[in-house]
Structure formats: structure tokens, C-alpha cells
DNA sequence: TTCGAATGTCTAGTACCCTTTACATCAGAT
DNA sequence: ATCTGATGTAAAGGGTACTAGACATTCGAA
């Protein structure tokens, strides 16, 4: 899975640290996901897709 | 997290095992979403969204 | 030049996803 | 009464999601 967390991340001037914050996760999860290491689990990418506003296939992409 | 698996599937008049075999998953793990014991993983849920034909928030519910 | 914020990575530990194998129950058909 | 398909659950094991803590690099600001 490929994801746009990065430039939905930038688009809105945050830091992994303020996003990780928002997320409730640590900085390193945010970190692993933006950079392809593992996937989310349902419940965070749930919480991902409700903080940017968007549905969750908008964010993250099948590769 | 909740989910209209069992529902989605009597629809469609599957065994559990049916739906196992669509999603490359054994049919414990399909068992254990529908009863609630775990979520499915991220890519796993885009596998069922896109069997099912809808995006994976109108299957799966925060709760 | 020094400092701090931001990012990337590593390790060790815990908890969870998913597997195979196995067993029990139930309903419907023969 | 027996058999079979469908469902629920359990144990053990491998791989993954997430944690805290630590360390290195980069870059813009003081």
C-alpha cells in the first residue's frame, strides 16, 4: 500500500510529531507509515482518513 | 470497529468459506472479523471493499 | 558557528493479525 | 439415525503494528 500521508501532512504545515499527536501514535508509527516501512491497522487508518476528511481510499492507494 | 460481513454475504448467499476463498484469507480469519475477536488488516479490508463493490467505510463502522 | 526543530533509523518489548490443525455444535438432507 | 455443510472456537507459531528510548543527519535561525 502506497499513501499520500506526507503531502496531506505538508499541505497543512504539520510535523510527524504534531500529527503523531492528533493521531495519538507515536512519532516513529507516523514516521514507518510515511516512509512505507508497515501499513496502518483499520482503527488508525480510520482515525487518519476522519482528521484529513477524506475517505480512507483517497489516502491510501493498493500498489 | 463493527461490520456488515455477515450481512454482505448472506446477500450474496456465501459460506464463510466461499468468502474465504475470494479473499485469500482462511476461513477462521473471515470467522473472526464477522465475530467481532479482531480487525482486519488495512490491505485486507481494501480486498473486501473491493469484492463487495463499496468503499470500506459503508462495511466497516467505528463504534 | 552553534543551536534546535524535523526527520530517519535502530533495538527491544508487547500486542495483534493470520495461519494450520483440530474439535464441537447445529441444521438439513438422505 | 447418520451424514454433511456451515459455523464457532481454541492452541501454537510466524509476521506485523505500535511503543519508548536512543542516536545520527540535515537545515534554517540566532
Given at each position: 500500500?502506497?499513501?499520500?500521508?506526507?503531502?496531506?501532512?505538508?499541505?497543512?504545515?504539520?510535523?510527524q510529531?504534531?500529527?503523531?499527536?492528533?493521531?495519538?501514535?507515536?512519532?516513529?508509527?507516523?514516521?514507518?507509515?510515511?516512509?512505507?516501512?508497515?501499513?496502518?491497522s483499520?482503527?488508525?487508518?480510520?482515525?487518519?482518513?476522519?482528521?484529513?476528511?477524506?475517505?480512507?481510499?483517497?489516502?491510501?492507494?493498493?500498489?
Open positions: 500500500m502506497k499513501n499520500r500521508l506526507k503531502v496531506l501532512r505538508a499541505e497543512r504545515d504539520w510535523s510529531e504534531d500529527l503523531a499527536r492528533q493521531l495519538e501514535v507515536s512519532r516513529q508509527s507516523v514516521n514507518a507509515i510515511e516512509t512505507g516501512r508497515y501499513d496502518p483499520l482503527p488508525l487508518a480510520f482515525r487518519i482518513a476522519e482528521l484529513f476528511g477524506m475517505p480512507i481510499e483517497s489516502i491510501f492507494l493498493r500498489d
